[in-house]
């Protein structure tokens, strides 16, 4: 009956897929926990020579290499609560000032936390996100009455950094079995474009080469931060 009615409303695959999460009876629905980036995930970022991230289905960062740290946000220097896309498109003006097609990045950010949240009905810590971004922003409540569901693959973001200008960079959102939850999402230039050249310059100049940081308890028992 279901595909019936996703094959009435023409619904694409992601849609399908929020469809099934939104029938499924809640006790056969999977409880939210907390995402812990493996050591050879974390291991991995450092290797690549492009931005990348680790995001969970509630668009929380939990890893990423020294070159999206600089491309996009020092996320070492954040706050948890502030690791996540949402959260810095919908609450933080310069980093939201970035992005040159900012409406397209929102509406579907927003659309992620749609399929989170029909996967996840009861994640307290995505609805405090989504408490907190219909609170202070109108363009979120906006785009949450909408009901687009999303799923991340691949696209182009058109952002506008401050120290290299404009920069174009195709992503690609990679996920295993292993790590159902989560999502690795490489960011790359064109070769041989401005864009290309620019992130090469960002990277002779960036400190920790090969560095990759992850969310979660530093070995140590420091600054609640973990260096692979």
Partial sequence: MLEAIARALLLDEPQREHLRDLARPRHDRPRATREQLSALTRMFLGTLTVPALVMTANTDVIGWNALAGIVFTDFTARPIRERNTAWLLFRDAELAARHRNWEASARDTVGMLRMAAGRNPDDAGLTALVGELSTHSPAFRRYWSNHHVYAKSTGVMQLRHPDIGDIDLTFIAWSTPASPNQTLVTYTPEPG????????????NRPG?????AQGPCPAGGDGRAVG
């Fill in 209 to 213: 080469r090969g560095q990759a940081r």
């Fill in 193 to 204: 474009s401005p864009s290309a050249r620019a992130i090469d310059l960002l990277g002779s």
